[in-house]
C-alpha cells in the first residue's frame, strides 16, 4: 500500500487520538494512579497545561545549549530521517539496496527514528534522548548495510566465475 498525504494525515490524526483517549482513561480512572501523560490530561482539561509547555519547551531548548557537540545531534537526526525516507535522493545506493533486500528494514528505521524524535519532543531530556539511541542505532545500521551488496543481494552471495584452466 502507498502511503499519501491524505493517508500520513490520518495516521498522524488517529496517533493523537488514541493518545488522547489513553491520556483521559489514565486521568479518569483514579485506581491506577495518574502516569505524566494523565496528569497533563487533568491539565489540559482544567486549563492548566500552559506552563507545562513552557517548561518543556525551555528544556527541550536548553538541551541544545548543554554543550557545543550537542548541535551535531539535531544535524544527524535530519539527515537520517531523510536517508530513511528518501535514500536516492541522497544518493545512498547502499540503503537503497538494503531496502530492496529486507522489505521491513525501512519501516522498521522509520519507527525507531521517529521513536527518537518523539522521545526529543515530548521529554524534558530533550535531545539527550535522540543522542542516547545513536551509539546503538549507528552500528546496527552500517552492520545491515554492510551484509547487503548495492543491488539488495546478500553481500557475499553472488556467483562466482570459475578460475580460468591453467593452459
Known sequence: MRLT???WALIAVSGVVLVAVLALINYLVPGTGHSDIGHFAGQVLHGGAGPTLRRKIAANLGSLTANPFVLVI???VIVAGAM???PAMLRAE???GAYRAIPLLQPALAAI???GVLGWLSEDSGVTVPAAALPFLLPLVAAILCAVSRDGAPAGTGERE????AV
Open 5 to 7: 498525504p491524505r493517508r
Open 74 to 76: 539535531p544535524v544527524v
Open 84 to 86: 530513511v525516507a528518501r
Open 94 to 96: 547502499s540503503v537503497a
Open 113 to 115: 527514528w521517529l521513536a
Open 162 to 165: 570459475p578460475a580460468a584452466a
